[in-house]
């Protein structure tokens, strides 16, 4: 079989018709490259598809694969460093303070050895292989004519279709990878019986050995390295082709199917790591073979209403539009958007790939969306595409709740859950706190202690920052009992922040020693640190756990005790300070960075994600952090633009955010390299960090809900940052705290009316511009305003 990056040439004529439905990305040749390629996800098992013509290649994912293992990082003589680091923090010697914690308060070991962990006990997430189609296509002539070739991703159905026609066939092939069956589907036809003729393979990059199984059937099976011995994780992917009409033979490892009318593959995959139930286990071997035969006894046409139904459950909660899709392929369109084309639509279908992404990425009983969600191509994917605590894993579902997708939040709340245990360890080892918490990267494999490196490893306050995970579920759904599962995690994480504060000996503040801005260095004279304490986002992240916290022992009337020696505790917190330039200070003193543009602006958090910096509250600190944003620049990776938009919306500008979300719309430079990154978007639409970063994809779309609606400041405030760009649009469906749900419509950049759900039955005040406006609906109850927050 050739392989598929020696694919031989084609010849493609007539042009396709765009496809039917709007909201799809769609090309008029196959994928030549992964970051052309389309994928598809049921939240854990997914696919690239290439769509071509004579080797069609689906690089598969299931998102547990992953080598490494359980391992002891944890250093015990972390903890005696830890008096002497802080008075060398307290004395100004930070080069002293960061030589002596970069050699005892790190990880014991390599950690995820600066992002190479594939090979060490840290281990990388990985691919799952490739599902290869070599097709057949009778007496054509060599090189084929294709007509009318296109390939698409409809959005709406969560369906990759690639159709074309050669010698008068017309090819169709679909692939979709099912939540309710668990098993990836492909179903390839055409419109004359006895054309479809194919070999089918299955391999992997390594560590994989393939046999038939049955006359109708593969399995590819391999363990992988563990860090120190072959001893690592299990999988397993299982083949099973249904054809009708033509003949089915298998050999050896591969499978060989003549003049069929059609075919119908399914896949499915498991690994032997128990991460979360019920999915898989020391059985996975039998759930893949059940999974199987339970999806096989269904007709293709069913197992894809089944999956089309559950898909739109989801996708059609939410609605935004803003300009009719225009009838061109999504690269062009991507590419144009350097020439200023103001293609607005283009927004607006980012926003849905977004929420698309979320649900193909992220379902109960599944891990939460990592680095690339579930789509890795390789044994050795950036940073190993773990979970980054520092602005990564929490920026892909800062989205779950505003775009109406709750159901795709559990899998991070399940993640959070499984830290406590390993992050209680944590916690006593290296800094002899009760509590529990984690440093800045984590795996499947449950490490929590401090990453390789001071400058980014070392960040004490990512515990933390996970509880607002939580209490935002219970911000918006306003579900008691939801919070009275997630606060002893809760309490117990403020437990870690109260042992972990220190009175400065200098201000008499409390504060956290020692810790990082993340990522960001200062620099004193011309000498770059960056270690530092009572960095100003460590403080704003207490102040939101505490006052979360607080808020959630009076909804709860419990632990009233605790809540008062929070409140006592937020009362001596250090506070922010305001710098030389007028911007938000990012350290305790004025320092001036390193990199004034850097990616993080870690000390925005209180502005977004948190909510301690608002227009009607803190005036002041919102002037600062406008300054803050306005020096470092609307450039940035991905993620960052992402960010940044979220921090204009904000901040009520909505046309600096709208800046940014073209940052994100332009194409990905290729030629950037770390040092002069810049964030756009791939041929797939997939977000360049560069390299590809999924969490881009997933902080446009919460900026974009907080453009339109923001709940955060006691009040839900109608298009806070609606851009001139966007005039006329309509949304349907964003969510917003205390139990709402709302939609609105606008003319001439202005509100023309909103509904709002109550799904609580708790009251709500609206503001739009100057206006204002307080109901009291039950739940379930529905009130339509007009542009003066008159109801109707
Ligand atoms: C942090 C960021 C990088 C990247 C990586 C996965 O280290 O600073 O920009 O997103 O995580």
Redesign the pocket.
Known sequence: MPSASTQPSLILTVEAAPPAQPLSLWYRKPAAQWLEALPVGNGWLGAMVFGGVEIERLQLNEESVWSGGPQEADNPGALAALPEVRQLLFDNKSAEAEKLAQEKMLCRGVGSGY?TGSKKPYGSYQTLGDLTLAMRYGEADLPLQVAQYRRELDLDSAIARTSYAIGGTTFTREVFSSCPDQVLVMRISADRPGKISLCIQLTRHERFTTTKSGENGLIMSGQLFNGTDDNGMKYLARVRAIPTGGKMRAEADSLFIDDADSVTILLAAATDHLPVPPYRGKEFEKLTADQINAAAKFSFDELRKRHVEDHQSLFRRAQLHIADQPSRPTDERITDVENHTNDHALAELLYHYGRYLLISSSRPDCLPAN?QGIWGDGVQL??NCDY?T???INMNYWLAETANLADCYPPLHELIANMVKPGTATAKTHYGTRGWTVH?IHNVWGYTSPGEGVG?GLFPLAGPWMCQHLWEHYAFSADIEYLKKAWPIMKSSAEFALDFLVTDPKRGWLLTAPSTS??NDFKIGSVKHSLSYGVTIDLEIIHDLFTNCIAASKALDSDSDFAKQLSDALAKLAPMQIGKFGQLQEWIEDYDEADVHH??ISHLFGLFPGKQITPNRTPKLLKAARTTLERRGDEG?G??CAWKACWWSRLGDGDRAHNLVLNMLRPADKSSHPGE?RGGSYPNFFCA?PPY?I?GNFGIVAAINEMLVQSHDDQITLLPALPSAWPIGQMHGIRARGGFEVSLDWKDGKLASATIKSTSGNPCKIAYQEHTAEFHPVAGSSIRIDSQLKAS
């Open positions: 992002g680095l950036p940073w980054h520092n602005a990564n800045t980014w993340p990522e990616r993080h990776t993620w960052s990154w960090h970063q969490d």
